[in-house]
């Protein structure tokens, strides 16, 4: 089983950037696929989906209403996944998680309540 640690949250004033990062230990990380989801306050029950990319990173799926915004990365090499994320409005402030599976990103989205592995979450807070 892999695990997963991210990191790069913080606080930003609407328009800024971040980068967040996800680094693995454990399992081959090549051998999972990655999401990001995130989690913002007060919204308990689900977390949205943001982005996914397959076992090598070469395919990505996003959300349709962040697509443009966000950039989902995977080096299997630094055994890391990145979420590149611009133009940040309050809106986006929530705590982001990224996620491994070793079955299909393109369904990571839908199997929330069966991914293989979670990281533990960092927060990003975005000020108007």
């Known amino acids: 089983q892999v695990q997963l640690v991210e990191s790069g949250g913080g606080s930003v004033q609407a328009g800024g950037s971040l980068r967040l990062s996800c680094t693995a230990s454990?399992?081959?990380?090549?051998?999972?696929?990655v999401a990001w989801f995130r989690q913002a306050p007060g919204k308990e029950r689900e977390r949205e989906f943001i982005?996914?990319?397959?076992?090598?990173?070469?395919?990505?799926f996003y959300a349709d209403s962040l697509k443009g915004r966000f950039t989902i990365s995977k080096d299997n090499a630094k055994r890391t996944a990145y979420l590149e994320m611009i133009n940040l409005k309050p809106e986006d402030t929530a705590v982001y998680y990224c996620?491994?599976?070793?079955?299909?990103?393109?369904?990571?989205?839908?199997?929330?309540?069966?991914?293989?592995?979670w990281g533990q979450g960092t927060l990003v807070t975005v000020s108007s």
């Open positions: 996620a491994a599976d070793r079955r299909a990103a393109a369904t990571m989205r839908n199997r929330q309540r069966t991914l293989d592995a």
């Open positions: 454990g399992d081959t990380f090549s051998k999972y696929a």
């Open positions: 982005a996914a990319a397959t076992l090598s990173g070469a395919s990505t």
